[in-house]
């Protein structure tokens, strides 16, 4: 297992924010323990997410408490909680009623159940908002760690195709031919991988020129000087090795030429791009 390329897959971040699929989690939690490096990498992950959070996480005012009691203070000191007094007569008091009691301030209890109130309300409202905040720089955090991740497949997939290429190349019945400017003091180059044993013709059209709309790039293998046709390349094609529809088991030479959209049955000898002998 390719220990570098697994951690660069981004599969590691989305574990640790939580969006990788149930398989994915079985599967970290697997190798997090017979290799050490993909444990390391994944508590680095861990611990990246978690200062990117904390990074941008709004803390409660620390003078928010005493404000309140503050405010609470000085509404009850406005309206102080005041006892009734009467003086003692030698009477005989009338039964006790409700209204024979001293009616607390009930002034001083609205204001502080009002500033509670105010408080609780203040307090949910702030909560709610940084909940949000940090929801969104998460997501905002995963939609980029997701880019990475498609951006680093596209560039794995390349990567395997040019290997596969090397690779290619070094098979005894693989036969590398060099395809040249046809032009004197052109630049265009690239090399053309033929296997003589199933037929199949490789090559990376990405080294030529960007070619208008109505044009298209098709492959010519010559015997004897008799050009056949193999094939035209795709315009969306950014394959880095791209595959002849045709087969070929014998050839003296390939050649590339412009050709309008669709290709034509013989080659433009005027539009030779690029062309070497077997």
């Not at 409660?60 to 509404?75: F, M, T």
């Not at 009338?94 to 009930?106: R, W």
């Not at 595959?243 to 669709?262: K, N, Q, W």
Request: charged fraction near 20%.
């Amino acid at each position: 297992m390719d220990i570098k390329v697994y951690k660069a897959s981004g599969i590691l971040q989305d574990y640790a924010a939580g969006l990788a699929s149930d398989q994915e989690q079985r599967e970290v939690q697997c190798l997090r323990k017979i290799y050490p490096e993909i444990a390391t990498a994944l508590a680095q992950a861990e611990a990246d997410l978690e200062a990117f959070a904390g990074s941008y996480a709004k803390r409660i005012p620390p003078d928010l408490r005493s404000k309140v009691l503050a405010e609470v203070q000085k509404h009850s000191q406005e309206s102080p909680l005041k006892l009734a007094t009467e003086s003692v007569k030698p009477t005989v008091a009338p039964a006790p009623t409700i209204s024979n009691y001293p009616p607390a301030s009930s002034q001083s209890l609205i204001w502080f159940l009002a500033a509670a109130s105010i408080v609780g309300i203040a307090f949910g409202v702030w909560q709610y908002t940084e909940n949000t905040e940090n929801k969104t720089q998460i997501a905002e955090l995963n939609e980029s760690n997701s880019g990475a991740a498609d951006r680093l497949i596209a560039l794995e997939n390349e990567n395997s195709a040019l290997e596969a290429e090397v690779n290619d190349s070094f098979k005894p019945d693989i036969r590398k031919v060099v395809l040249q400017s046809a032009k004197e003091g052109g630049t265009e180059q690239l090399a053309v991988l033929w296997n003589t044993t199933t037929g199949e013709v490789k090559y990376n059209p990405s080294a030529l020129p960007a070619l208008p709309s109505d044009k298209q790039y098709q492959l010519w293998v010559l015997k004897d000087g008799v050009p056949a046709d193999m094939g035209v390349v795709p315009k969306d094609s950014n394959a880095a090795a791209f595959s002849s529809p045709v087969r070929v088991m014998a050839g003296d030479a390939f050649a590339i030429t412009v050709e309008p959209l669709g290709g034509n049955p013989s080659p433009s000898l005027d539009q030779l791009v690029v062309i070497g002998n077997v």
